[in-house]
């Protein structure tokens, strides 16, 4: 005897007394174990890992139970126990020696989780259930195929290696790798084997004990366990079920069972997700109570609902604690037993030994039928273990297919009572096992599967509603015929393949199940039969759908079913006798008692059935019939007919087509109009009997019927039952007309049916692309489908694909595509591609194509008409050549020259040419041209030798009427037809060769026909016309061009104002403005001269511009209207929000952003508007409104003309000018200058914070003058008053300020709520939204890469006109409490800007504080003196922004990094800065060099590192004194540069050196001076004056609507866009030279800046300030903020989420994963399991995460769903992805599962609407739209 294994030997136990591996060991030497030990062993562990406590947050009544289960403590003293017990010792070396051996499996076999990608070759599928896992595919040659995605519902395996599921390329690398590997291992020995099948049969007993729901038999199980003295040990147990709605069950749980809200919410979710949750743990009558609570609540709620299945009560029931434990570690021991399975295939075979054993308690069967019992998780659990342990191998997955088949009945009645999902139920395994074609076959032979499925769903789903014979569907179907329904589904998986090969059993098992097939299809034979109704409508619309249901899912298995027997002769005889004696026993509308009765027509003879489609009843469920149409077909493949095919009783021809016959009778009465009466239920049948889902199996098979008719039945007889069925007998006789005369009309629909009639014989004649039918195949039958959709408009791939039947081989059916179409790539980036039809393919259009709707046909014909009209062809659409009939058929050309047929078309011709018929409608005559073309088409053709059409027609004289009617004004339209019907008559003479004789004389009578009475052509008609009517046209529309020249002025007048961009040049001014600026005293003359030769709008010299007075016209009333200081106010509709746009990081609080549309209004006529729009919401129905509430007073509406989303009202504002005059300064004018202002400010600063002004401020505060003397400065106050500009106070009038207080207010609510509301000083966030609204306009002209100056659209001039204006005219119109309020903020801000407190310049947002400054300081400053200071570009404004463009400089400065030159390298910078260096004096580069050394980070960091380099060379003088020396000889040169350094460097060094006294002493080493040489100032030049482009752009952008100066247009030689073009609109110098000449002022300024402490004693190592804070650095130019970036493969991106999990439930994968597109988070989204709270409700995570990240509204990406989300608060929108397959399609719910790419046009369109602000907007927009579905927002 063996004793232990090598292993067990190697390491010592290290278990302690407690584990019983010693006493199993023991107990496995001696031979007595058993799995009782294990059992027993696991129920007593369990207990110690799962608890339970209750918590009592804030709610003491209603604690909340929170249950756990230990499952590391259980894995390592339970299953790690058994391994140890299974493997030796270490059975992790055993195991990893396994994975070695590489034996583990040739298939995948994996188990797919909820939302996995799966991948399905669809070249090699074998059927659209074939796909594969991310790695395999990875590791796969399919990945190069064409390739379908799909993300898996749950529970499906990969088929990786499975033989019978590829065509080729069976195994991915790795699955080839396994095969290629031995079977069998050396490592698991017998002993281990034995051990195995131990603990396995101890798992699997236990399990199947403990999993049941019934609590009894748990309960049972746990008998003789004492319950150590716990009081409360049982736990009521919730289940779940598909009949209660979440919200029923939580009201439940809060209402019975006193759960919190958020609690029940969860346990929901629990119970949605494992099927099950404990409640309560308890004492067993406290559970037992609450049990009895919740069920009697279910039993009470029933007279409210409506439905009997949801009346049921909740399943519950109450658990003895410790049943509960052993449950989870149940669970838990399966879960590890599937994953151990996987491990290797000799555990497998073990296993399938086990449940193999019919008498075990764990049997196949037992797992089966148990199935039923259990709950979701339990279910799962043993799903997965049976996949992984029996479908990896062959023989196991055919034992298991064979127990399943043997149980199928009673699991599938388990299933259709139960009420949970079908991939929750074990009867979801079918796909794994039937969709194996050998498995399949081997089933059907000797399990009889195909029989016993059918013979099951009859039993289960249709017995009940037969009546007299026949199904009848009551209003009411029950839920059990839909469940029922998934048995069809497993049919079809059967009969999915053809076997190649046929044995007898199989034959046997076929024909069984073909058998009960047709028991079935008997029973549908006339289903669901209506009547017409006549008198009254029908009193209720009959039940449709049911049939229809059946008839869907039943139509595949038909086709397979017929093409299987295809493929065997003896198949083919059995089945056809079978459905002969089927149809002879069926007795709808044909049985013995149907009367016959001889009707005649010209000279022919047919008994006819009389059968009164009128007036009894009719169905168009015929599959009986057609299941004849479809078997006959293949008759002729084995040389069958219907004479030979059967002895003995059968049909005849007609009585097997009547039925079909009076089904098309109805369609065409129904058409005509005769059945209005039957209401909606029958249109809807008509409707889905020819779309593509149904027609195969419906109208295809009645028209192969009605061609089978017409095959057997003699030509004349056949015609003859048609017209007697269509009541068309008398109508042929010639008196007919007479008749008619003298009776009256004597029936309304007598046109119609003649019409519906002809057409029907066009169709049995021309639709004949069916193989069997001609000599076509499949393949033609889809290229014929395919040239006749798209000859009426060209298709996108999907729209073809849903027009074409499903097939799976759709790569075939693409290969067909592109043989008749060519694929035109989209132009535009959001629209799609399309197919167009190839030009030869034209002429195979068939107008009367069966497949076509009424619209179709007409408008095809349309298309084709104006196409051959284009062309300069016959305007007309004749009949395509036909393919030649099979030899079954070609009794069917014969149709078109029997004598009926020769007497109906004449009839037609005849009455056409008599102009006084009135049995005559055009229609007819296409209709009969179309057939006699038909006729000429297939004479021509000489396919059949018997067919004369044209001798026979000439016996009617066709030709001659033809020819007649052609001249006949009354078929005109059908003029080119008959031209088209004559040529091929004439062609058609000319052959004929014993027409020889006549040939001379009627040719000569053609040649008069054609030279004296040729009819012209329609085109020729038409031309003449055209000649005639251009004359015509060209007067009149002298005329109107004329009127309309006129109305456009006037248009033009009234309109121009709007849209135009409004300056004109001074020199347009009217008079009056010009007297008003002499008013002012300046002197214009002197002026304009000086302002028009400057561009700048700012600084000395400054260009002058009067703007136009700009007239609107309100968009409401209409009236023209012009803002002027004093009133009527005009606003404009504005949008105001929440942004973070600019700033999308979660650490700083968002903006507030104003964009407008520039629409204007009165104020008064937008507040009558608006009124009347609220009023109207609150009228609108409940559904619409926001369920969650909306920002404090929302006042959403639209711009009442261009209906975007607005929430508040701008005022517009006259220009400043027009407030305050600006005055220009010549240079050479004595000057207040810019550092003696400096002092003046520092003087207010210092005023401001003086004590004494908390108290009286206006009072306390000096006059100007008086702060002017205290700054020490000895310029008098007129000339400060000279740059400053103050004026009388403005008086504004009432109601702009009334609006912008209202403004003011919807800015301060869409404030962050970080801020206090003190700190909400209303015109503070007048001046955000201000500077927030440019900065943003900024960013996204930079971002689409547009010049800002004259791109701008009217939306944008109109907002920052308004906005600006609006925050100087608010800044120069204080109030004393205003006055008081800012006080704070302005002395701040002075203290930052001029005396160095708080922060430095690195930290400041330069513009946003120069707006501020320049709306707020002039103002306080003169706020004692009681005037105003309008910002008009005065000299101090200048002087404000140059003082932040070197704020700004300096920043740039400092922070610069130079270009690195690690290798040596030379710095890469343009030549063109180098140039510009070059050029600079001396001095100046020496003051750059040693601005640049003294205060950017990285040069002193450099300077540093050398410093500390020397001073630890100096800790080591003895060795290094060489070095040392070196260093000290040339310390200002690194080793580096010291060959390069050019003669500037090396002098600007000694310069540098000699300046040495100024520095400050810290730690770096002054003497160390990092090289600076010409490239490197070339390099900060470059730097510069790009950080500068930002600040730059919105300079100009504030000061062009500040002082209305025009940007020099493109002619002007500045280009605007660049730095100096901005410097120079800005009166700006540009060169450094101005601001680092220490002779001028401009450099001790930028030395104050940078001198600030915070930065010349910042660690230069850590990057902190002094104090040890980070530096909240802005940067001078912020980068465009972009959306994540996305995959290029979309399938990447499903990988990536495919693993996350729920971080509120670590076991559980999210099931709508949705990633921010602003930060890029993945988002638990719109599930019960993630709902944080927000302001107090319950929310999805996407809106609590937009919340935060994108300041209430992101832009977000489903993954799964493969859809974007503009997502706002409780509102959102669905918005196009920007992924593309290759079509250049869209793919929302990846429905189609065509590889998609990101198409980078699309993903910028998106950013761009998020960039400027647009979402709301577009929000708005598409939900505009009424047929929106309205969605809970706020639970994403
Ligand atoms: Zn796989
Ligand atoms: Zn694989
Ligand atoms: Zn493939
Ligand atoms: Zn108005
Ligand atoms: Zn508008
Ligand atoms: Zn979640
Ligand atoms: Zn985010």
Redesign the pocket.
């Known amino acids: 005897m063996e004793r232990f294994d090598l292993e067990d030997v190697v390491a010592p136990p290290t278990h302690t007394a407690e584990t019983p591996l010693k006493d199993w060991r023991l107990k496995y030497q001696a031979g007595t174990i058993q799995k009782q030990d294990f059992t027993d062993f696991f129920q007593k562990q369990s207990r110690k890992y799962f608890h339970y406590h209750y918590e009592a947050e804030q709610d003491t009544t209603r604690p909340s139970l929170r249950c756990t289960y230990n499952e590391a403590g259980a894995k390592e003293h339970i299953i790690n126990v058994l391994m140890e017990f299974v493997l030796g010792d270490n059975p992790k070396i055993v195991l990893d020696k396994l994975q070695q051996e590489g034996n583990t499996a040739t298939v995948?076999g994996k188990v797919f989780k909820n939302g996995e990608p799966t991948y399905s070759c669809r070249e090699c599928g074998m059927d659209p259930t074939c796909v594969?896992c991310v790695?395999?595919f990875k590791?796969?040659a399919h990945r190069y195929h064409k390739y379908k995605m799909s993300t898996s519902g749950g529970g499906g395996c990969?088929d990786?290696?499975d033989e019978e599921a590829w065509k080729k390329d069976h195994?991915?690398e790795?699955?080839l790798r396994g095969k290629e590997n031995p079977k069998g291992s050396t490592i698991i020995t017998d002993a281990i084997k034995e051990r195995c099948e131990l603990a396995f049969t101890a798992i699997l007993t236990f399990s199947v004990n403990f999993l049941e729901i019934e609590p009894n038999a748990s309960l049972e199980c746990l008998d003789g366990d004492v319950d150590d003295g716990e009081e409360a040990c049982f736990c009521t147990v919730l289940y779940n079920d598909e009949s209660h709605t979440f919200d029923q069950v939580i009201q439940t749980l809060t209402k019975i069972a006193k759960c919190r809200q958020k609690d029940a919410m969860e346990i929901v979710a629990s119970i949605d997700r494992e099927g099950r949750a404990v409640v309560k743990c308890d004492t067993f009558s406290e559970c037992h109570q609450l049990q009895e609570a919740i069920e009697k609540q279910g039993v009470l709620s029933l007279s409210t609902l409506q439905t009997a299945r949801a009346a049921q009560s909740l399943r519950v029931s109450v658990l003895n604690i410790r049943a509960v434990a052993c449950q989870q570690l149940a669970l838990q021991l399966l879960t590890w037993f599937q994953e151990f399975l996987i491990k290797h295939c000799v555990f497998r075979q073990i296993f399938a030994r086990l449940i193999m054993d019919r008498k075990a308690p764990y049997s196949v069967r037992h797992i089966l039928e148990y199935d039923v019992k259990l709950w979701k998780t339990a279910r799962t659990c043993w799903h997965r273990l049976l996949i992984s342990g029996m479908l990896m191998e062959y023989d196991n997955k055919r034992a298991l297919a064979q127990e399943f088949s043997k149980h199928y009945a009673s699991v599938v009645q388990d299933f259709i009572r139960d009420d949970h999902e079908h991939s929750f139920s074990i009867i979801s395994l079918s796909v794994q096992l039937f969709t194996v074609p050998s498995i399949a076959h081997y089933l059907m032979a000797n399990e009889g599967i195909f029989h016993k499925l059918l013979h099951t769903f009859y039993h289960v789903a249709v017995e009940t509603y037969i009546k007299n014979k026949t199904l009848q569907f009551s209003k009411t179907v029950n839920v059990s015929f839909k469940r029922a329904a998934y048995i069809l589904y497993d049919l079809r998986y059967i009969l999915s393949f053809k076997p190649d090969v046929w044995t007898d059993p199989l034959r046997e098992g076929f024909l069984e199940g073909c058998k009960a097939l047709l028991k079935l299809l008997n029973v549908m034979q006339g289903m669901e039969s209506t009547t017409r109704q006549t008198g009254q409508h029908m009193d209720y619309e009959p039940e449709w759908e049911c049939a229809f249901n059946l008839h869907i899912k039943l139509a595949t298995t038909i086709t397979l079913v017929l093409d299987w027997c295809a493929t065997d002769a003896a198949v083919l005889t059995k089945l056809y006798q079978m459905v002969m004696r089927y149809l002879c026993s069926n007795g709808f509308i044909v049985d013995s008692a149907t009367k016959r009765e001889e009707r005649h027509v010209a000279g022919h003879v047919a008994e006819c059935f009389i059968y009164d489609v009128s007036s009894r009843p009719v169905s168009i469920h015929l599959p009986l019939s057609r299941f004849f149409a479809g078997i006959y077909l293949h008759l002729g493949t084995f040389g069958l007919t219907f004479d030979n095919a059967v002895a003995g009783n059968k049909r005849t021809p007609e009585e097997i087509i009547e039925p079909i016959l009076c089904t098309q009778t109805m369609i065409a009465q129904v058409h005509a109009g005769m059945w209005r009466r039957n209401g909606y239920s029958l249109l809807h049948q008509l409707y889905f009997y020819r779309i593509v889902r149904c027609r195969s199996e419906m109208l295809d098979r009645d028209i192969i019927g009605l061609q089978i008719g017409a095959a057997l039945i003699e030509s004349n007889q056949y015609l003859i039952h048609i017209l007697n069925k269509f009541n068309l007998i008398k109508w042929i006789q010639s008196d007919y007309e007479k008749e008619l005369t003298a009776q009256a009309v004597e029936d309304d629909y007598m046109l119609s049916m003649i019409e519906e009639f002809l057409e029907l014989l066009i169709v049995i004649i021309g639709e004949r692309y069916v193989p069997g039918v001609s000599n076509v195949t499949e393949e033609d039958r889809t290229k014929k489908e395919i040239i006749q959709l798209l000859c009426s408009k060209p298709y996108s791939h999907s729209e073809l694909n849903r027009a074409l039947p499903d097939t799976y081989n759709d790569t075939a059916v693409e290969d067909v595509i592109d043989s008749v179409a060519i694929f035109k790539k989209p132009q535009k980036s959001d629209a799609k591609g399309v197919y167009e039809l190839k030009e030869e393919l034209y002429d195979e259009y068939n107008m009367y194509f069966y497949h076509y709707t009424k619209e179709e046909k007409s408008k095809s014909e349309e298309t084709q008409r104006s196409r051959r009209k284009s062309k300069n062809e016959l305007v007309c659409c004749p009949p395509p050549k036909l393919p030649k009939l099979t030899d079954g058929f070609v009794s069917i050309a014969n149709l078109l020259q029997c004598d009926v047929m020769m007497t109906i078309l004449t009839t037609v011709l005849d009455r056409a040419i008599d102009t006084s018929s009135k049995s005559f409608a055009e229609n007819h005559l296409q209709e009969a041209l179309y057939l006699i073309g038909y006729g000429l088409q297939e004479e021509q053709s000489g396919y059949y030798p018997f067919l004369s059409f044209y001798v026979q027609s000439q016996k009617y004289n066709m030709l001659s009427k033809l020819e007649e009617l052609s001249r006949s004004a009354r078929v005109e339209a059908h003029r080119d037809f008959l031209l088209w019907t004559i040529k091929k008559f004439k062609e058609l003479q000319a052959k004929d060769k014993s027409n020889e004789d006549a040939e001379a004389c009627s040719m000569s009578a053609d040649g008069d026909l054609s030279e004296i009475s040729r009819p012209l052509t329609a085109a020729e008609q038409e031309k003449k016309e055209k000649e005639e009517r251009a004359r015509l046209a060209a007067e009149r529309r002298a005329k109107i061009m004329a009127q309309m020249q006129n109305a456009q002025n006037n248009f033009m007048k009234s309109n121009a104002e709007m849209f135009a961009s409004a300056n004109v040049p001074a020199a347009s001014r009217d008079s009056t403005t010009t007297m008003e600026w002499q008013d002012d005293g300046t002197n214009m003359d002197e002026e304009g001269a000086v302002a028009y030769n400057s561009l700048a709008c700012l600084g000395v010299e400054r260009r002058l511009q009067q703007p136009e007075e700009q007239s609107y016209k309100c968009i409401l009333c209409f009236e023209d209207c012009t803002v002027t200081k004093d009133g009527p106010t005009l606003v404009y509709s504005a949008f105001v929000q929440k942004s973070k746009v600019l700033t999308p990081d979660t650490r700083y609080p968002s903006s507030v952003h104003t964009s407008s549309c520039g629409h204007v209004m009165h104020v008064d006529c937008w507040q009558e508007y608006y009124i009347n729009e609220e009023s109207k919401e609150q009228r609108r129905p409940h559904r619409s409104r926001q369920p969650f509430p909306q920002a404090p007073q929302s006042t959403e509406f639209q711009c009442p003309y261009c209906r975007c989303l607005s929430n508040s009202v701008l005022p517009l504002s006259a220009p400043l000018s027009k407030y305050s005059m600006p005055m220009v300064i010549h240079k050479g004018d004595e000057l207040f200058p810019i550092d003696m202002w400096i002092e003046v400010m520092k003087t207010l600063s210092d005023e401001l914070n003086m004590p004494s002004l908390e108290d009286n401020f206006e009072d306390s505060l000096p006059p100007a003058h008086t702060i002017l003397s205290r700054a020490n400065l000895c310029a008098n106050i007129e000339q400060f008053e000279r740059i400053a500009q103050p004026i009388d106070p403005v008086e504004l009038p009432a109601s702009w300020n009334t609006f912008m207080q209202r403004y003011i207010k919807s800015v301060c609510q869409h404030a962050p709520t970080e801020f206090e509301k003190s700190e909400k000083v209303g015109l503070l966030w007048l001046w955000h939204t201000c500077i927030y609204t440019v900065q943003a306009l900024e960013v996204y002209l930079r971002a689409v890469n547009k010049p800002f100056s004259c791109e701008m659209s009217i939306r944008h001039k109109s907002c920052l006109s308004g906005l600006i204006r609006a925050s100087c005219l608010s800044g120069a119109n204080l109030s004393s409490a205003d006055v008081a309020s800012l006080k704070k903020a302005a002395a701040q801000m002075l203290d930052t800007v001029f005396k160095q407190k708080s922060g430095s310049v690195v930290e400041w947002n330069c513009f946003s504080i120069m707006v501020q400054m320049i709306c707020i300081v002039p103002n306080l400053l003169f706020s004692s003196s009681h005037k105003a200071v309008v910002a008009n570009g005065s000299m101090m404004d200048f002087y404000t922004m140059q003082l932040f463009f070197m704020a700004n400089m300096v920043k740039a400065i400092v922070l610069f990094e130079p270009p690195t030159t690690d290798n040596g390298m030379a710095m890469d910078v343009d030549e063109e800065y180098e140039q510009e260096v070059k050029d600079l004096p001396q001095r100046i580069l020496d003051n750059i060099a040693e601005f640049y050394r003294k205060y950017n980070f990285a040069a002193r960091r450099q300077a540093l590192s050398t410093t500390q380099q020397q001073q630890k060379q100096q800790a080591r003088p003895q060795s290094e004194t060489q070095s040392q020396s070196q260093s000290q000889s040339q310390p200002q040169t690194p080793p580096k540069s010291d060959e390069a350094s050019t003669q500037e460097t090396q002098s600007t060094d000694t310069i540098s050196l000699n300046d040495e006294a100024t520095t400050s002493a810290h730690s770096v080493d002054d003497s160390i001076k990092v090289p600076c040489d010409l490239k490197t100032i070339a390099a900060l030049y470059e730097h510069i004056k790009m950080e500068m482009t930002e600040f730059l752009r919105c300079c100009c952008l504030f000061f062009h609507f500040v002082t209305d100066v025009e940007f020099p247009d493109e002619h002007s030689n500045a280009n605007m866009d660049s730095y100096k073009g901005m410097c120079e609109y800005l009166g700006l110098e540009h060169g450094l030279q101005a601001y680092f000449d220490s002779a001028g002022c401009f450099a001790s300024i930028l030395e104050t800046f940078a001198s600030h402490p915070d930065i010349v004693y910042c660690d230069l190592v850590t990057k902190k300030k002094r104090c040890g804070r980070d530096f909240a650095l802005v940067p001078c130019t912020l980068p465009i903020p972009k959306l994540v970036d996305l995959p290029e493969d979309y399938s990447d991106l499903i990988n990536t989420v495919s693993d996350f999990v729920c971080p509120n439930s670590e076991r559980e994968e999210m099931k709508t994963p949705t990633m921010c597109l602003i930060c890029g988070k993945i988002i638990c989204a719109q599930s019960f399991c993630c709902q944080p709270e927000l302001d107090g409700r319950a929310v999805g995570a996407c809106t609590y995460h937009a919340h935060f990240c994108g300041a209430e509204i992101s832009v977000l990406l489903r993954v799964r769903d493969c859809q974007i989300i503009y997502l706002g608060r409780s509102k959102g929108c669905f918005v196009q992805p920007p992924y593309l397959d290759q079509y250049g399609e869209t793919d929302m719910g990846l429905r189609r599962g065509n590889p998609l790419r990101l198409c980078p046009e699309r993903y910028q369109k998106l950013q761009l609407t998020w960039l400027s602000h647009g979402l709301y907007e577009e929000i708005a927009r598409l939900n505009d739209n009424t047929s929106v579905v309205p969605t809970q927002w706020h639970h994403m």
């Open positions: 995948c594969l790695n395999c590791q796969s990969c990786c290696g195994y991915c790795e699955h």
